[in-house]
């Protein structure tokens, strides 16, 4: 597990880079290096059912990946789903936008 932001590894198990506070991404080593890509938002999920359900569908296609939940959401560690109106951002690299929005056509 990579943090987008600040490029450190974690283990396995742990989702949220402790420094910068995001989720982070896994990426094969094939993939490109993380300062080379340049993120977009390319859906926005109001809970985390769905946003999961992306994330794996496009980790399935080798697509990087992460989610950001909303202030209230990262700033307090409350997953958006418990929240009236709280909303979770899928980011993919720019480059692979149209591979995953067709690959996720069905749920965004």
Same mark, same amino acid.
């Given at each position: 597990?990579?943090?987008?932001? *600040? $490029? !450190?590894?974690? #283990?396995?198990?742990?989702?949220? *880079?402790?420094?910068?506070?995001? !989720?982070?991404?896994?990426?094969?080593?094939?993939?490109?290096?993380?300062?080379? =890509?340049t993120? %977009?938002?390319?859906?926005?999920?109001?809970?985390?059912? =769905?946003?999961?359900?992306?994330?794996?569908?496009? $980790?399935?296609?080798? %697509?990087?990946?992460y989610?950001?939940?909303?202030?209230?959401?990262?700033a307090?560690?409350?997953?958006?789903?418990?929240?009236?109106?709280?909303? #979770?951002?899928?980011?993919?690299?720019d480059?692979?936008?149209?591979?995953?929005?067709?690959?996720?056509?069905?749920?965004?």
């Open positions: 597990m990579f943090c987008p932001e *600040c $490029k !450190s590894e974690y #283990v396995e198990n742990i989702n949220i *880079c402790q420094d910068c506070g995001v !989720s982070l991404v896994d990426l094969n080593p094939e993939s490109g290096p993380l300062d080379n =890509m993120w %977009v938002s390319i859906a926005d999920f109001e809970g985390t059912i =769905m946003a999961d359900m992306a994330v794996e569908i496009l $980790k399935d296609h080798d %697509v990087p990946c989610t950001k939940g909303d202030f209230i959401s990262s307090f560690g409350i997953k958006a789903l418990s929240l009236p109106g709280g909303s #979770v951002k899928l980011y993919i690299p480059s692979l936008k149209a591979q995953a929005e067709d690959l996720l056509k069905d749920i965004i």
